[in-house]
């Protein structure tokens, strides 16, 4: 099993903007399909963005137009740009994995997880 590990994360100010990484520790192989999820305390997980292996991507509604994911295969990197941040938008945020082929951002669609990383974004 190849950790995820996430990157990237801080505090910054409203209407900023922040760059995650999603790197392979241990190992490397190409991913199918990666998403970025986050999750505010006393809230559920849910999913932010995804990208296949060729490019096809999705994303929550409350990201779209802000948030742009993309993938370097050759580098086994998967980067989620972050623009015009808002104090909603802080979470942890978590890198994941799965095995079909989709766009979909459904937590139980996925099924190996990295560690997360704290992004706080002040009012």
């Known amino acids: 099993q190849v950790q995820l590990v996430e990157s990237g994360g801080g505090a910054v100010q409203a209407g900023d903007s922040l760059t995650l990484s999603c790197t392979a520790a241990?190992?490397?192989?190409?991913?199918?399909?990666v998403g970025w999820f986050r999750q505010s305390p006393g809230k559920e997980r849910e999913g932010v963005a995804c990208i296949t292996y060729n490019g096809g991507q999705n994303y929550g509604d409350s990201v779209k137009g802000r948030f742009l994911i993309s993938r370097d295969n050759a580098k086994h990197i998967v980067s989620l740009q972050m623009n015009g941040l808002k104090p909603e938008d802080t979470a942890i945020y978590y890198c994941a994995t799965r095995i079909a082929y989709g766009v979909g951002l459904g937590v139980d669609e996925f099924e190996s997880w990295g560690q997360g990383t704290q992004v706080t974004v002040a009012s």
């Open positions: 241990g190992g490397t192989f190409n991913w199918r399909v």
